[in-house]
């Protein structure tokens, strides 16, 4: 019997420490958060690309501003919690 997959409505989705009010992370995925700027201008969330590595990991490319950070998933996970 298989089971089914981990849908939207069953992941409970944490903050990234430092990025709250642009990133959030669950079960080993990584979305932006839908905000709006200053201006008006409006980002809507989805989910970012991930990035395996030779030795297995997976990382991400988290912006803020014109600064960028590359991140290891397994650890903005355990950072969440």
Do not use: C
């Amino acid at each position: 019997m298989k089971e089914n997959p981990v849908s939207d409505t069953d992941e409970f989705w944490l903050p990234i420490l430092g990025f709250e009010d642009y990133y959030e992370v669950s079960h080993g995925r990584v979305r932006s958060v839908l905000r709006r700027d200053t201006r008006g201008y409006t980002w809507q969330s989805k989910m970012i690309a991930l990035n395996p590595s030779d030795k297995g990991y997976v990382s991400v490319m988290l912006y803020r501003g014109s600064r960028h950070t590359k991140r290891w998933v397994h650890r903005l996970v355990l950072e969440a919690l």
